[in-house]
């Protein structure tokens, strides 16, 4: 069964600063990796997915992420933060046998502040 | 439509009582998914559908909940003798991509079931 895990609850940052937010997870086989974010009063948003091939995959917002096959970790990245980055993310695995749905993490809260 | 839709928006009701929450997702969308929220958690599965069927109903929680997808476009999830336990956000999203876990999920805004 796959699972994921988002180990920080919230992570503080200052305008301008880079950002991490981090993301492990557990899937058989071949993973397909996402993140998501959540606005408030507003619905989950996709950011960006690595399904194969380079490890760094870039999206949304200025937002990218690296798939790390042997630390199994997907970490959500951004050089430089902004406040309307404020939100909170949810990183999600799916497998590419049996089963093909998607399950997120926890959530963790990122607060930029100016 | 232009994205997914979900009714109500907000449903209040007592102990006991059945309760129907309406999806209707994006057109042509053929995978629809039901989750729900709990306050501070992320998104728990309850259900997917291919078109009419149910690829992966291993998230419901008990057979007091049920989803139907009768025409492959509109689903509804039924939940039967509400509990305060079932209190939540219950989120629908779709995709235009087939039976893989490669999908992307457009979700809707939620229907925020209370049980008093």
């Known amino acids: 069964a796959q699972s994921v895990a988002q180990p920080e609850d919230q992570v503080n940052v200052a305008e301008g600063n880079p950002l991490t937010v981090k993301c492990t997870y557990s899937?058989?086989?071949?993973?397909?990796l996402f993140w998501y974010v959540q606005y408030p009063n507003r619905g989950l948003q996709f950011l960006l997915k690595?399904?194969?091939?380079?490890?760094l995959v870039k999206g949304s917002y200025g937002f990218e992420a690296e798939f790390n096959k042997s630390q199994t970790s997907f970490h959500l990245k951004k050089p430089s933060a902004l406040v309307s980055d404020s939100a909170l993310y949810f990183c999600?695995?799916?497998?590419?046998?049996?089963?093909?749905?998607?399950?997120f993490g926890a959530g963790t809260r990122l607060f930029v502040k100016a | 439509g232009a994205g997914v839709s979900q009714t109500p928006s907000n449903k209040v009701t007592e102990k006991g009582k059945y309760v129907e929450l309406r999806c209707d997702p994006i057109?042509?969308?053929?995978?629809l998914y039901w989750y729900r929220q709990s306050l501070g958690q992320g998104p728990e599965f309850l259900i997917y559908f291919q078109g009419t069927g149910a690829a992966d109903d291993s998230g419901l929680p008990n057979d007091r909940f049920f989803a139907v997808r009768p025409e492959g476009s509109v689903s509804t999830l039924k939940i039967q003798r509400t509990e305060r336990g079932d209190s939540a956000v219950y989120l629908c999203a779709s995709s235009a991509g087939g039976l893989t876990g490669a999908n992307v999920l457009t979700f809707g805004a939620g229907s925020r079931l209370t049980v008093l």
């Open positions: 690595y399904i194969t091939g380079d490890n």
């Open positions: 899937v058989s086989g071949n993973p397909y």
């Open positions: 999600a695995v799916s497998g590419n046998t049996g089963g093909f749905k998607t399950i």
């Open positions: 057109s042509g969308h053929t995978a």
